[in-house]
T-cell receptor
Framework: AQTVTQSQPEMSVQEAETVTLSCTYD???????LFWYKQPPSRQMILVIR??????QNATENRFSVNFQKAAKSFSLKISDSQLGDTAMYFC?????????????FGKGTHLIIQP | DTGVSQNPRHKITKRGQNVTFRCDPI?????LYWYRQTLGQGPEFLTY????????KSRLLSDRFSAERPKGSFSTLEIQRTEQGDSAMYLC???????????????FGDGTRLSIL
């Protein structure tokens, strides 16, 4: 069975600081997709960023960027200039196959709190 | 784009009863996914459909669970003879795959929260 591990149950930083959330995963596949999803309190899951494993360049979306280390099976999320609205649960997920369009395996999540 | 719609938002039922949830995906999306999320955990994959075909089922989907997508549009998830352990948030997601575009990521609904008394 595939596993996705998020080792930080909770993190707290001051507004405007940079924060990095960790994620490691287990796979024997060469191609797959990795995702970070955000789940604000009592609200729906929103895609933050995704990365295709065969692409060496790290994905970026505005203040969000990833550090993808394929050999180490590591996929961390960096949030720059953090904002109060970034407070949420963050889930790392991996696709079940290379197309990235079938089921996802999620980690247990990291609760990120941005302090004013 | 009206988003993924799930009904009901909350369902409270007694142990042993059957329950059915509905998911309406984003209109042009051909894939539809079901996940279960318990408190403090990440979502766990249950099953997904491409159009009306059920392509993947998790071992979590016991014989008490059945999902359908008869016309390739909305989907239903039924749980028979509910147990205490079925209490969870049931999430539906949809995506658009195939064709000349990249496979799109999954868009999630608000979920149906099931409480078993």
């Amino acid at each position: 069975a595939q596993t996705v591990t998020q080792s930080q149950p909770e993190m707290s930083v001051q507004e405007a600081e940079t924060v990095t959330l960790s994620c490691t995963y287990d796979t024997s596949e060469n191609n797959y997709y990795l995702f970070w999803y955000k789940q604000p309190p009592s609200r729906q899951m929103i895609l933050v960023i995704r990365q295709e494993a065969y692409k060496q360049q790290n994905a970026t979306e505005n203040r969000f960027s990833v550090n993808f280390q394929k050999a180490a099976k590591s996929f961390s999320l960096k949030i720059s200039d953090s904002q109060l609205g970034d407070t949420a649960m963050y889930f790392c997920a991996k696709s079940h196959s290379g197309g990235g369009a079938d089921g996802l395996t999620f980690g247990k999540g990291t609760h990120l709190i941005i302090q004013p | 784009d009206t988003g993924v719609s799930q009904n009901p938002r909350h369902k409270i039922t007694k142990r042993g009863q059957n329950v059915t949830f509905r998911c309406d995906p984003i209109s042009e999306h051909n894939r539809l996914y079901w996940y279960r999320q318990t408190l403090g955990q990440g979502p766990e994959f249950l099953t997904y459909f491409q159009n009306e075909a059920q392509l993947e089922k998790s071992r979590l989907l016991s014989d008490r669970f059945s999902a359908e997508r008869p016309k390739g549009s909305f989907s239903t998830l039924e749980i028979q003879r509910t147990e205490q352990g079925d209490s969870a948030m049931y999430l539906c997601a949809s995506s658009l795959v195939g064709g000349p575009w990249d496979n799109q990521p999954q868009h999630f609904g608000d979920g149906t929260r099931l409480s078993i008394l």
